[in-house]
């Protein structure tokens, strides 16, 4: 991996000669710096004079993703004594974080990857209280079933739903709203009776939460 400049943008450039296409993707990084972005691009072996072409072909739509990191105002919360639950930061103190405070106070300050297992925890059992709620709400809403509930902590999807039935919702959703945890849900069941995303899914999801494009649209620039 090779870090370069393109004008003023940092880039990551990986090579792999094993690849037939170049590929550019965007992350976002929670720093305190001008740039929120991770630009890496993925090439075969190509000269400097190919890459900087490819970054310049792309340079429009590379600039309207960091502007989009840009307007995303994520809240910040200090490890050592508060927790993001449904959107509001609360104190370890609590009654909404006794659970975890409780964990904590046997772990040392300064072991921060027990520290965030922790974390990983309470969301976790937090998840299987208050997701399996909301799932079993709107399956007897719409008047769907299920086959199973499962939690994970995932890295680029709420969730999911298999053609057998399975959901699978992403802890980290006890972080947002609830409203747009019922967004999720409803997505989620939603493809039980129509496993695309056609307009007639989109449909579907609208019968039961009128406002779902305004979550949608919500949910896609939220990023923990």
Avoid at 65 to 93: A, C, H, M, P, R
Avoid at 128 to 134: E, F, N, V
Wanted: with cysteine; net charge positive.
């Amino acid at each position: 991996m090779i870090e370069l400049l393109f004008k003023e943008l940092r880039i990551e450039h990986i090579c792999n000669p094993k690849l037939k296409n170049s590929y550019i993707s965007i992350k976002p990084v929670h720093t305190d710096g001008e740039q929120i972005a991770k630009i890496v691009v993925k090439t075969p072996k190509v000269s400097q004079k190919i890459l900087h072409e490819l970054l310049a072909n792309r340079e429009v739509w590379i600039r309207k993703q960091i502007l989009k990191f840009q307007k995303i105002k994520l809240k910040k919360i200090n490890l050592e004594d508060e927790v993001l639950i449904f959107g509001e930061i609360y104190s370890l103190d609590s009654d909404e974080a006794s659970w975890l405070r409780e964990k904590l106070m046997t772990i040392q300050t300064d072991d921060i990857p027990k520290i965030l297992k922790a974390y990983d925890a309470f969301y976790m059992q937090l998840s299987k209280k208050y997701l399996t709620q909301r799932v079993d709400f709107f399956a007897k809403t719409m008047g769907l079933e299920y086959s199973e509930i499962k939690f994970k902590k995932l890295k680029s999807r709420w969730g999911s739903c298999d053609s057998k039935k399975a959901i699978t919702l992403n802890t980290q959703l006890m972080k947002v709203e609830k409203e747009l945890i019922d967004y999720v849900v409803v997505h989620e069941l939603s493809h039980i009776r129509h496993m695309n995303h056609s307009k007639y899914f989109h449909a579907h999801v609208e019968k039961y939460l009128p406002n779902s494009m305004i979550l949608r649209k919500t949910l896609k620039n939220t990023h923990f």
